[in-house]
């Protein structure tokens, strides 16, 4: 069985400072893993994704993530906050199954604050 | 632009009413999901459909009800069974929901449905 564990619910930087979103994440097979950013009263926005091949991977708006198999880890950061990076952030891991349906789990949500 | 259009963003429902939220997709994906939404909870899939005539129950799909008459449209019917419809309703869709778990899912913007 997949799933996924965001360790942080809450996480506040000052503008400019950098960003770290933690995911830790359990999986049967090899799984693909997500990253999204949801703005208040917004559907899910796709900021990245690691499908097998870079271990990091860069998104939009200046977001990476690195998939540490050993740690079963999948960290989104990003080097300096802006004010529009505020929001909540949801880790989704992804695997195929025999029933030929995708499988996808989203974790519980890291709301992102940044302080002025 | 290609994308999901829910419908409509707010919605109440007085007791013992069915209601139905409205999704419509235009990016010719095969695959559509339904979620719910609640604070701290991360998504709950509903229903999901993989092809047009075709749709499976999620993990909580006790009140709800879907159809999938067309490729582009994938209403759901919160039905008076469910005793607890307050929520935030995603739609979404992907281009292929088979082994492939590589695909990333596209949202909408959600509706957020309250009880009057």
């Known amino acids: 069985a997949q799933s996924v564990t965001q360790l942080d619910s809450h996480v506040s930087v000052s503008e400019g400072t950098p960003v770290l979103l933690r995911c830790n994440y359990s999986?049967?097979?090899?799984?693909?893993l997500f990253w999204y950013v949801q703005h208040p009263n917004k559907g899910l926005q796709l900021l990245l994704k690691?499908?097998?091949?870079?271990?990091l991977v860069k998104g939009i708006n200046g977001f990476e993530a690195e998939f540490k198999k050993s740690e079963t880890s999948f960290h989104l950061t990003k080097p300096s906050a802006h004010m529009s990076d505020a929001a909540e952030y949801f880790c989704v891991v992804s695997e195929g199954n025999s029933g030929g349906y995708q499988k996808v789990t989203f974790g519980t949500g890291t709301k992102l604050q940044v302080i002025p | 632009d290609g994308g999901i259009t829910q419908s409509p963003k707010y919605l109440f429902r007085k007791e013992g009413q069915n209601v139905t939220l409205s999704c419509e997709q235009n990016?010719?994906?095969?695959?559509m999901y339904w979620y719910r939404q609640d604070p701290g909870q991360g998504l709950r899939l509903i229903y999901y459909s993989q092809i047009v005539n075709d749709f499976q129950k999620g993990d909580i799909a006790e009140g709800y009800s879907v159809s999938r008459e067309k490729k582009e449209s994938f209403p759901l019917t919160v039905t008076s069974a469910q005793k607890n419809p307050t929520a935030f309703y995603l739609c979404?869709?992907?281009?292929?929901?088979?082994?492939?778990?590589?695909?990333?899912?596209?949202f909408g913007d959600g509706t957020r449905l309250s009880i009057l």
């Open positions: 990016l010719n994906h095969d695959a």
């Open positions: 690691y499908t097998s091949a870079a271990t």
């Open positions: 979404a869709s992907s281009i292929e929901s088979g082994t492939y778990s590589n695909q990333p899912q596209h």
């Open positions: 999986s049967s097979y090899s799984p693909s």
